[in-house]
């Protein structure tokens, strides 16, 4: 029987077993005869190939076996050595497997846990229906994840990320619920953390503003203007800026501490206590039956806040001003409300601080007018509204002028001449110092060169400066390009710094000194004897000048304190090698006390006023 090539040795042996063939001829395509095979031959061949077939068949059986094992081995590693924590149940929820991270985290060794349920890890945290709606989520859809508080081993309560899947076999009845759950405590404590100090104050961990608008909105919104009242108390403290600059920002933040603590324990139950910023708190009481509950809480507070004086170590008096607002009457918003209650506040300043004042209308008139002002002050200095004024400064025992002082004027078109206790705080606010500052310099000195070429000039001109300029920009290259514009000699300037300023180590005022004493500009601290100084400090300071204030010059003829301090900052000064200068010198007595105890220098009115631009160079030509 012949066989075309193409045929598989296959069904030759077929043939062969059915037919009992003795030869097989295997042909091309050609009909070429290619070999005859005998019997024999063919049953070999056709075992050989069986066998390949079943080797090959093993092999594929072999390899898929040593795959399953691989397989079984990487679930069991990576089963073992997961970060997270695993539990495996029967369908009752019994549980037959846990791993080594479900132990870490809970503390159950798997001994422990194998044959309870995950009820050993329940807290009691979550609420009644919690774990029916996890089962009735497992039943209807197989799956359930979310956040969940248990309890560690220990008593410990952590909180986890769970998730639950439900293994179910063909009929879909369930076989097992495999668990995987990570310890999630850390984060939530930081997220927890987060959202504190993003609503809260992180010195005295009091409401910020932020929380304190939110909860002043609620209360607003819970309170009607036909049925509800509440109060909102702004309590600032007074002279809050002088414990910073004498005593350090450390003792400062103390106080702060201590006043947060006085609010709160005065504070009615339900009400919220903020600090807004700074030295800046606020009370929203939400419900208020009388005015005169709110007044008696105001002065509960003062009262608080007073006896914090001394508490710090140091001898200083507290107090605070309290600005009250009142809804509905003093507004329904909460903008409005915190508006008034500043206003009220500010008005409690102006009454002699250490006071509370209610809110009322004209106070919102007393606001507009302190902001056209401000207006005009910022346009001052564009339309040469301001003047440089002089004051002599003379030797007290031969009145001869010695230098002078340059003061700053405002001729306002509308009010006239305004001192500069009037402006100078509203430019302090609004920033207009070191604009102001640096032109009052760059005037001072332009006048001062042109009477030094008409041969006028005695001595050094003084100018203030203030704490800004120190502190911001680069004041020392301003002075000294100010000097080369006007061809001025850094000897002949004079500035002065209040006392509080230069003792405020934190601005590294030290070094913002020293930079303009190597210019050789003359350094004098003005109204000392004002602040709390340290004469350790003030050793360190590079000034050569010493201005007594004048409000201990202008008693000291009949009260024995002030001449007692005037003495002993003379002595002072003089066993510090400083030059000193008497402010306010308006009597022939107190001259005659000065010289007596070693003051050489002096000025006020006694000898001259300050005097406009024109009159002061008139009287330059006359002493000359």
């Not at 132990?103 to 349920?117: D, F, K, N």
């Not at 409005?336 to 500043?342: C, E, G, T, Y």
Request: aromatic share 8%; charged share 25%; glycine share 8%.
């Amino acid at each position: 029987m012949g066989v075309r090539d193409g045929s598989s040795l296959l069904q030759a042996r077929q043939l062969i077993l059915q037919h009992k063939i003795r030869h097989l001829a295997v042909y091309d395509a050609d009909g070429v005869l290619l070999q005859l095979l005998g019997f024999r031959d063919i049953i070999q061949m056709v075992e050989q190939e069986f066998l390949q077939e079943l080797h090959s068949a093993l092999r594929e059986r072999d390899d898929a076996l040593l795959h399953s094992r691989r397989s079984l081995l990487l679930a069991d590693k990576v089963f073992e050595s997961t970060l997270e924590g695993i539990l495996i149940t029967d369908g009752n929820g019994v549980i037959q497997m846990v791993n080594p991270a479900f132990s870490r985290i809970t503390g159950y060794s798997s001994q422990e846990a194998l044959g309870r349920t995950p009820a050993l890890l329940k807290s009691g945290r979550q609420p009644a229906d919690f774990y029916q709606k996890l089962w009735q989520s497992l039943k209807e859809s197989g799956v359930w994840q979310g956040e969940v508080v248990n309890r560690r081993k220990g008593g410990l309560l952590y909180t986890e990320h769970l998730s639950i899947t439900a293994i179910r076999d063909a009929d879909g009845e369930c076989l097992h619920y495999v668990a995987v759950f990570s310890d999630i405590t850390q984060r939530k404590q930081s997220e927890e953390r987060l959202h504190f100090l993003a609503n809260h104050d992180a010195l005295t961990g009091l409401p910020n503003r932020t929380l304190f608008l939110e909860r002043l909105q609620e209360a607003i919104e819970r309170a009607p203007p036909i049925q509800v009242q509440f109060a909102l108390l702004f309590v600032d403290l007074d002279r809050f800026k002088l414990v910073n600059d004498t005593l350090g920002h450390h003792a400062g933040d103390e106080l702060l501490v201590r006043i947060a603590s006085v609010l709160l324990q005065h504070a009615p139950p339900h009400s919220t206590v903020a600090r807004l910023s700074g030295d800046e708190f606020i009370l929203l009481l939400p419900t208020v039956e009388r005015v005169t509950q709110v007044a008696a809480l105001a002065q509960q507070l003062l009262d608080g806040v007073t006896e914090q004086s001394g508490l710090t170590g140091h001898e200083l008096f507290i107090s605070a001003s309290i600005g009250i607002s009142m809804y509905p009457e003093d507004g329904v918003s909460a903008d409005a409300l915190l508006v008034n209650a500043d206003s009220a506040m500010y008005q409690a300043k102006e009454r002699g601080k250490n006071n509370f004042q209610f809110y009322t209308s004209d106070m919102n008139a007393r606001a507009m007018e302190r902001l056209k002002l401000e207006y005009s002050l910022h346009r001052a200095l564009a339309q040469e509204e301001l003047e440089v004024w002089y004051q002599p400064k003379v030797e007290l025992a031969t009145r001869r002028v010695v230098g002078a002082e340059a003061l700053l004027r405002w001729r306002h078109p509308e009010l006239g001449l305004m001192a500069p206790a009037k402006f100078i705080p509203i430019a302090e606010d609004g920033s207009l110092m070191v604009p102001m500052g640096e032109w009052v310099l760059d005037t001072a000195c332009r006048d001062w060169a042109l009477w030094r070429r008409q041969g006028l000039t005695p001595g050094r001109i003084a100018v203030n400066v203030s704490g800004r300029q120190l502190k911001y920009g680069s004041f020392a290259d301003t002075v000294a390009h100010t000097l080369r514009r006007h061809g001025l000699d850094s000897g002949e300037l004079e500035l002065e710094i209040t006392e509080s300023v230069a003792m405020d180590e934190d601005c590294g005022m030290v070094e913002a000194l020293q930079r303009l004493r190597e210019l050789g500009v003359y350094l004098s601290i003005d109204d000392f004897g004002t602040g709390y100084s340290s004469l350790s400090y003030l050793k360190r300071l590079p000034v050569k000048g010493l201005k007594i204030d004048r409000s201990f010059i202008m008693d000291l003829h009949h009260d024995g304190d002030d001449a007692a301090i005037t003495r002993a900052i003379i002595s002072i000064g003089r066993s510090l090698g400083l030059e000193l200068v008497a402010e306010g010198v308006e009597l022939e007595s107190q001259r005659d006390f000065l010289l007596q105890q070693g003051c050489r220098l002096g000025q006020g009115y006694l000898f001259s006023k300050p005097l406009p631009r024109a009159e002061f160079e008139a009287l330059l030509a006359a002493r000359a």
